[in-house]
C-alpha cells in the first residue's frame, strides 16, 4: 500500500502550523517547524513576507490536506470515509472526523502507547494489539462502543510495552469516549466519539465545502 514516507516536518512546514506528526520531538526545540516556521520549497523563506490572501478553494484544500495528515490517511481512502460520512445522519463534517478517530491505530495514539499516529499504525501492523480476543492488525479497523482494545499477551514482555507506562503521564489525558487500565493495558470504548471530545484544529465545514464543489 503506497504511503507518503518523506520529512514528517514538511508537512507542518507546508500548513502552517504544527500537527505534531513526530510525537515527543514536536515539543522540543529539535522542531523544524520552530527553527524554520515557514513553507518548505527554494522560495519558502520568501512566501512568508509575501503572503497574498488565499482564495476560498485553497482554504478548503489546505483544511482538507491537513486532516488526510494528521490521521495518516491517503487521499482514496479519505474521500470515502467522506462519502460514508455523507450517507449517515447529522452533520457530514463531524461524521467524518468520528470516523477517524474510530480508527484503531488512533485510538491506540489516544491511550498514549504510541507518541504519534505514525508509530501507533506501526505498532497494530506488527500485530501487537487485539481487539475482542482477536489478533487485530488492520490499522483502519474501527472500533465501535464495547470493543476491548488490549496488548496482546506476548507482546506484554516486550522491553517497549514494560516502559511505557513510565510515559504515560507525559501523554495527554485518555479521552472520555475511552476507559483505560494502565496497570493491565486494556481499554474499553465506552461509546462513540463527539466533535468536543476532538481536540484538533481542524474546521471540517470547509473539508465539506471540498468535497461539495
Given at each position: ?33 520552530e ?63 468520528v470516523?477517524l ?7 491506540v ?34 472500533v ?5 482494545i ?27 469516549w ?36
Open positions: 500500500m503506497a504511503r507518503y514516507t518523506g520529512p514528517v516536518c514538511k508537512l507542518c512546514r507546508r500548513e502552517g502550523e504544527k500537527l505534531f506528526l513526530k510525537g515527543d520531538r514536536c515539543f522540543t526545540p529539535k522542531c523544524s517547524f527553527r524554520r516556521p515557514y513553507p518548505p520549497g527554494q522560495h519558502g523563506q520568501e512566501a512568508q513576507y509575501h503572503r497574498t490572501r488565499a482564495s476560498d478553494y485553497a482554504l478548503q484544500l489546505r483544511e482538507k490536506q491537513k486532516a488526510r495528515r494528521i490521521y495518516g490517511v491517503l487521499e482514496r481512502q479519505f474521500r470515502r470515509y467522506f462519502k460514508e460520512a455523507l450517507r449517515r445522519p447529522g452533520l457530514t463534517g463531524e461524521n467524518l472526523l470516523i478517530e474510530r480508527r484503531l491505530d488512533n485510538v495514539y489516544r491511550l498514549g502507547l504510541a507518541a504519534s499516529r505514525a508509530q501507533a499504525r506501526q505498532l497494530v501492523q506488527h500485530g501487537h494489539f487485539v481487539v475482542n480476543g482477536r489478533r487485530t492488525n488492520i490499522p483502519s479497523f474501527l465501535r462502543p464495547g470493543d476491548v488490549e496488548v496482546r499477551e506476548g507482546s506484554r514482555k516486550r522491553a517497549y510495552f514494560k516502559e511505557v507506562r513510565d510515559y504515560l503521564h507525559d501523554r495527554p489525558p485518555v479521552p472520555d475511552l476507559r483505560f487500565d494502565s496497570n493491565a493495558l486494556r481499554a474499553e470504548v465506552l461509546r462513540l466519539p463527539k466533535r468536543e471530545d476532538i481536540d484538533l484544529p481542524l474546521n471540517e465545514q470547509l473539508i465539506v465545502e471540498y468535497y461539495s464543489r
